[in-house]
């Protein structure tokens, strides 16, 4: 008895969100700490999300023009170092491979941080002409960054999974498109699929990728008041390019310098779909990227148990060859409640239950994992039926997170209004702002909150004349959050 | 001029095939050599055909219950130490992190020469009881081998990418079973899709997978008359799961030791593809897993250039709609004869030519890539005709591949004979062997051939009652061959 309820969610979401979110991680089977600090294991079930997301967006990827490859995970540091900005950047942070073998190397090569300083100098390699343009790819991979900080499934890790894309154009103004396309998608991703509002910004020049000319980014708010930066879309102008002399003739046979962009979304968008629908119960999945969409769980008693069982059986099937992602549970040893725990804690969307009366009414009775919605369908066009029960899902998730991210973005215009508002409330706190870092500073050392976005257009007026902090003239609204 | 006639294979596949492969790989765009030796840059088209492997192969792994998951890339010492024969046979041939940024670390990490010591603790951990049996687990992810040979794109690499199952069961028999399961899917993709006849063996006792009770793989032979083993299958036995307590409760209560598997299929498989179908024309790729079925090259006139040309994107449209894989070559600087040599060198197995006549006559003429065999065909239902000629293509390139095989296994019963059909024909040499390795090396020593399977069957008779090298008595017939 003691181990069963121990399969259960124990923490509070509400007043300790930390140790809620590790525990919805591990029961759940989503991934487990590896021994090394900083490191996970992805368990089917948590993989399988990532495959969900891979298979949205590879698609969506492969329909604009962007292949895939796939580049050495070793960089030499002789490389790193040709693009000053990216080594500045990455250095601190790198795993660096010194031994093959029983030799050491004669020079260092990095686990890649992120893949410029490789995919560049080939994308100049294979770029001759204007014809070669625009050159787009992408790759599915792990990186690795040092940061010693305390570990948190999805969201700090040394090692993740991400995809990286790599593009290089003809103009300024294509390799801009190319990075809010990129960005459009990573919306898209994350409210049509993984039903998470987000805010979409650019950052401020002191927290841009290295050496990126525009860092662009997509914001999530959790519930409990954080930002998470989903995923990020560089428009890096002309200084990789120059570094790694990728250089191309025009129509007019001179040479030019191309422009390029670099965009990637990592599992911290898995981390923002768990914490942000999730609840004490386990983890709450949506129903796009559910592993199991259903849970088909029959009810019987001795005396009817076949026909209840081939009643479940066949309304699974209907729904299978319907291309919905079933799991029929018919475990003699578990009891149902024990069942619906189980598939609640494991976050499929919707559940069935079939007993003795669904059986003679001909129907289902259908219950929604977010809030226990429970409605009483007819048998015929079951996969139709359950596909507006999806939609219904959805809907109840993505009306939950936009409630709160619409109720958490705040104005403040002087120092002790944004420390209070953020340390009250959380979430968004938009101010105006100078452009001066140190004006950051003084918020951050305070209540660790840091301008995670300013706003993409740059002519956008800022809120205010004058910087909340230093009163210098405004240059821009700043949005101040604490985050992930 | 000059430049164009670089574009096309200047090596000749006879005489020199091992500056052909290489001139193949990189003219077809398949891959480029990166510049740490032994690493590679795997191109966009060269990826596209590792995504065809893993579509075809994922399928079949998730259709027999085996579940994606993600393991670290780095594993601790310690845990490499915890199996003795895995540290002592990968040991040479580690990659070692062992500086995270600034700071030594304080245990060095391997880049994974495969994963055993990480996964398997890892089942130790979530496996209680036999209900929680049979564990199936994959990943698709790259490993590092330290080897100090010439790269050799997809055969030769330090780093290279596969994918790596892993499996716990309650009984020999069914870990045996499983074995055998993964080593009939390998087959099948080689045969099936890649359209390579492979045979299947067992590795000799020295050979086996370090730490593996029995090594199984598939051997395809090359038209060079060298042996490529494609993937391999182990049945672990009960050591890795000692080394590593994996243990679970069986239905009487009782504490068991799991039966454990592996399996791994690489980019080899890539390999052995392209060097198996190519020709002087360039790459030749198999229907199934090429990433264009069909190119269309349309062959106008100044005066009828509209009318070709609607009636070639009609036709395109067609076999788009039907879910062929079809690129439309309306390039208009370059030549018909231009664009042929191109999708010839890059492998696109059918050519459609469509002229003016063809317009006229409702007609396209379809050129198999394999043989430059062209066939008129009729307008009306071209996309089905079209799936009648990849069979056919398919069929060629398995024929040729099959005769290479057939005609080129041989029996020898002296080491001289050995020698002398090696030396003369390639292929493999079948002979009675004792089973003591210092025989094998008596030819290895001389002709650099190797042992490469014994049958599957451990009841099979040897072919001859006396090993042909030491005259001892034979347990088992050992095929000898040259490999990659």
Redesign the interface.
């Known amino acids: 008895m003691s181990n069963e309820q121990e399969l259960g969610i124990t923490e509070s979401k509400e007043y300790s969100p930390g140790d809620w979110y590790a525990e919805v991680v591990q029961k759940a089977e989503l991934a487990?700490y590896?021994?090394?600090g900083g490191?996970?294991?992805?368990?089917?079930r948590?993989?399988?999300l990532?495959?969900g997301i891979q298979d949205h967006l590879d698609g969506w990827f492969k329909d604009t023009g962007s292949?895939?490859?796939?580049?050495?995970?070793?960089i030499?540091e002789s490389?790193l170092e040709r693009e000053s900005d990216i080594v500045e950047g990455f250095?601190?942070?790198?795993?660096?491979?010194?031994?093959?073998?029983?030799d050491e190397l004669e020079e260092?090569?990095a686990?890649r941080p992120t893949s410029e300083s490789?995919i560049t100098?080939?994308m100049s390699?294979?770029v001759r002409s204007h014809r070669d343009l625009p050159l787009r790819?992408n790759q599915w991979?792990?990186v690795?960054r040092?940061e010693?900080t305390e570990t948190k499934p999805f969201f700090r890790t040394?090692?993740f999974?991400w995809q990286e894309g790599h593009t290089a154009h003809e103009t300024e103004e294509e390799a801009w498109d190319e990075t809010m396309l990129r960005l459009d998608q990573y919306e898209r991703l994350m409210e049509e699929v993984l039903a998470i509002p987000v805010m979409r910004g650019r950052k401020p020049a002191h927290d841009k990728f290295p050496g990126a000319h525009t860092t662009t980014s997509i914001e999530a708010l959790m519930p409990d008041g954080k930002s998470v930066q989903s995923a990020t879309s560089h428009y890096l102008g002309q200084g990789f390019a120059e570094a790694y002399d990728l250089v191309f003739t025009d129509a007019d046979e001179e040479d030019r310098v191309a422009h390029t962009t670099s965009w990637g979304l990592s599992w911290r968008s898995l981390g923002a779909l768990i914490m942000t629908h999730s609840d004490d119960q386990g983890f709450v999945c949506p129903p796009a990227i559910a592993p199991e969409q259903v849970v088909v769980v029959p009810i019987w008693q001795e005396d009817n148990r076949e026909e209840v069982l081939d009643y479940a059986e066949d309304v699974a099937e209907d729904l299978e060859s319907a291309g919905i992602r079933v799991e029929l549970d018919d475990r003699d040893e578990r009891n149902p409640g024990f069942k619906f725990n189980e598939w609640e804690l494991k976050g499929v969307p919707v559940r069935f239950e079939i007993g003795p009366n669904e059986v003679e009414d001909e129907e289902v009775t259908v219950v929604h994992r977010p809030d226990g919605e429970s409605v009483t369908e007819d048998r015929d066009d079951i996969a139709e039926t359950t596909r507006d029960h999806f939609d219904a899902v959805f809907d109840k998730l993505y009306e939950a997170a936009e409630q709160n991210l619409e109720e958490n973005v705040r104005e403040a215009y002087e120092v002790p209004q944004i420390l209070g508002t953020i340390g009250q409330h959380g979430g968004y706190v938009k101010t105006p702002w100078c452009g001066d870092e140190a004006c950051e500073t003084v918020v951050k050392d305070e209540i660790a909150a840091e301008i995670v976005m300013v706003p993409l257009d740059r002519d956008e007026e800022p809120i205010g004349e004058e910087c909340a902090v230093c009163g210098d003239e405004a240059e821009e609204t700043a949005y101040f959050a604490k985050s992930y």
């Open positions: 487990d590896a021994p090394m490191f996970i294991v992805t368990r089917p948590g993989y399988a990532w495959e292949q895939n490859a796939y580049f050495p995970a070793l030499p490389y250095d601190p942070e790198v795993a660096w491979v010194t031994q093959g073998g029983h260092r090569l686990f490789i100098p080939f390699e294979w790819l991979c792990s690795i040092w010693a040394k090692e999974l």
